[in-house]
């Protein structure tokens, strides 16, 4: 047989990360280039009891069909949950729970965007938001993220020169790659820029809740009362990725038209993992259980800063980060990243390019990611002291 | 703010079926319309038993994030299983593992189909998968069932005279909603035909396993050493529709794209429920479990074939069907077939009118399903009795 691929799907390729991910799960790898939770922060005993008790007293509720829209006791949880702690979410909003933050990028996408639309994203961004963009050909343009922010007059120029602009698509908190959070004023002008525009915001906060320095800002779907943000959360990095429970605050008008999508694509998420999450946030101690991520990640950044005080000093600097998974770090001008990250690979360390997470792979990139949620104390010591050691062996 | 919707979206209706669901659920209803498994055929102590070991002894397998194309160990045994049992699949062939069936149906379109391009199917055929590739802007064309299976000479016709097939879809057994087996004879006449014009076909399979009467037939995919067929399974009905596993069977140049566009939707489908899966079919004893699930439901269509006999004589008829969750009815000429079912759905008894099954829901239709797996028998009893007196009643 000869296939005959649709056209949006001939010019995809898998993700860098993913293909990474593969080979980084291979043995004597250091994996700095993964995403994944550490894992002494699942929260076992909790997910275990919870389970137990769901399977031996309501099990036909765990495994029957039930609402494409999810489980209607987490929906109606998350929404007060979000309103209360966040101040997010207006009476016009409802709550979609998906599979993963993922498939949230994904509805929504399909909900707004016809083939050739263009979707605004910070330059660097997530790579498999970008893919999913992609995937229904959308046409992405990247405005340039700055130490505090995405660059405002960057976004308001985009918004005034790009054609069928459908939304802007930001991570604000410790963003993935760049590690940056964008600053309260910055949240203000861009809000208010979209809604003058007529454009909507896409916020994806999946790691909002791992600040461990610094303040909390609100979020930007908490300055909207319009209607303007579609809110994307998720339980990958709070509870646990491999559960795929994420899930979307918005406007009920595009809400409805994402069940329909999801209709179509999964019928409804597994509904095991949404009572546990539910189940999680009600009965038993969920801030402890943040606190106690958040201190996790805290002695782990502290891990990765001072082996990169020792090794990276002064070839290589990163961006202060205060809270997520990943560190941003750029080599010195002239150095070859691929190269470097070749090296790293051949050494078995293996960290992400920068140019995975521009919207055109082939632009001039000087940084690499390092995750240190997944690595152990002893692999991020490892794997920054041979990084460093690459540098200075390229520095010549 | 001002929505401006995907065109594909802007004409998608939320499921007939899901939306009929919503109210069936309400207190008093018999609910003929749904497709559930029968509660007391989900296999209660074996997933308690088995989550209790997951989660006590390697729970960071179930949780952390796994691979896109599903838990290798379930791939792997799928591939052997289908191949030793059924006959299907060749050296070519590769499993991916999905969040249930219907998202094969929207991974393949997505992987084939550009917008405008034709998908031939069944008439009357599942409405979800229907909508799934209405949502890629499928131009549908539908081919007449007849008693043993899709029309041989319309799905030539079709072949010969549609532009830009991208695949045939067909449910051979216990089609949902008529409740058809399509022949042997009428498989072979099938591939052949789509072989040789380079059609993909879709072969999805929900309820093979289903069979209470009768014999086994060959699915299309046990034909085809060619890459021909895309098979699609599912354990919804089988294990839990509420752990949303499914998986296709099919060429590896497909699959692989197939993955690609699964990491934008998803990253990938529930873990927990996909161990669960493997070790269903590894740790226990399977056969046994789907003997006693065709006891269920040989028993619960006699019920409903009873009180049809009972009931529906002379005014209503039905198709003869030997495994699967439906009977598809048929008013005599002349009765209005909406008005028939509102009036069900007054006297508090749900069922599915057939025009939702219709690639045109403007096409007439003097057909409507009945499900017999999820109500009671005194339900169907109830449900059937009053159906029968509505018809009467409405003949006069």
Redesign the interface.
């Known amino acids: 047989?000869?296939?005959?691929?649709?056209?949006?799907?001939k010019d995809?390729?898998?993700?860098a990360i993913?293909e990474i991910l593969?080979n980084s799960s291979a043995p004597g790898v250091i994996p700095l280039s993964a995403?994944?939770?550490a894992?002494d922060a699942?929260p076992?005993e909790d997910?275990?009891t919870l389970?137990?008790s769901l399977?031996?007293d309501t099990?036909?509720e765990?495994?029957?069909?039930?609402?494409?829209e999810g489980y209607a006791p987490l929906r109606e949880y998350l929404k007060k949950y979000m309103a209360e702690k966040y101040g997010l979410g207006t009476d016009n909003d409802q709550v979609i729970i998906?599979?993963?933050a993922?498939?949230v990028?994904?509805l929504l996408t399909?909900?707004?965007?016809?083939?050739g639309?263009t979707v605004l994203c910070e330059a660097p961004s997530f790579i498999?938001s970008l893919?999913?963009f992609?995937?229904y050909r959308a046409r992405l343009c990247g405005v340039p993220m700055e130490e505090d922010g995405v660059s405002v007059e960057g976004l308001a120029k985009a918004l005034d020169t790009e054609k069928n602009i459908?939304y802007f698509y930001t991570i604000p908190n410790f963003q993935n790659p760049s590690g940056v959070t964008m600053s309260l004023e910055k949240r203000k002008r861009v809000y208010e820029l979209c809604?003058d525009r007529?454009v909507?915001i896409l916020e994806d906060n999946p790691y909002g809740d791992l600040r461990f320095a610094g303040e909390d800002l609100p979020s930007i779907k908490a300055l909207d009362q319009?209607?303007?943000v579609m809110y994307a959360g998720s339980f990958?990095k709070v509870i646990?990725?491999?559960?795929?429970v994420g899930y979307a605050v918005g406007?009920q008008?595009?809400i409805q038209?994402m069940?329909?999508?999801k209709?179509?694509?999964?019928?409804?998420?597994?509904?095991?993992?949404q009572i546990i999450c539910h189940r999680m946030l009600t009965q038993r101690d969920y801030e402890a259980h943040l606190r106690r991520l958040r201190e996790i990640y805290r002695r782990k950044s502290a891990v990765l800063l001072q082996a990169m005080e020792e090794h990276f000093r002064p070839l290589i600097s990163w961006n202060p980060f205060e809270g997520g998974l990943f560190a941003w770090c750029t080599l010195p001008k002239g150095m070859d990243m691929l190269d470097f990250v070749k090296r790293g690979a051949e050494r078995k360390v293996c960290v992400v390019p920068g140019t995975a997470f521009l919207t055109d792979e082939a632009e001039p990139c000087q940084s690499f990611r390092i995750n240190f949620s997944t690595p152990t104390d002893e692999q991020l010591k490892e794997g920054v002291r041979i990084l460093g050691e690459i540098a200075r062996e390229m520095q010549g």
């Not at 765990?62 to 494409?68: D, E, G, K, P």
């Not at 399909?110 to 083939?115: A, G």
């Not at 209709?263 to 993992?273: L, M, R």
Request: glycine share 8%; proline share 7%; net charge positive.
């Open positions: 047989m000869n296939y005959q691929f649709s056209q949006r799907v995809l390729k898998p993700s993913r593969k995403g994944n939770p894992p699942f076992y997910i275990r389970s137990e399977l031996a099990p036909v765990a495994l029957q069909y039930s609402l494409t998906t599979s993963g993922q498939q990028m994904d399909k909900t707004l965007l016809n083939e639309d498999g893919n999913t992609r995937s459908k809604r007529g909507l319009e209607g303007v990958s646990s990725p491999g559960m795929r406007p008008e595009v038209k069940v329909v999508c209709q179509g694509e999964d019928v409804h998420s597994n509904i095991w993992a």
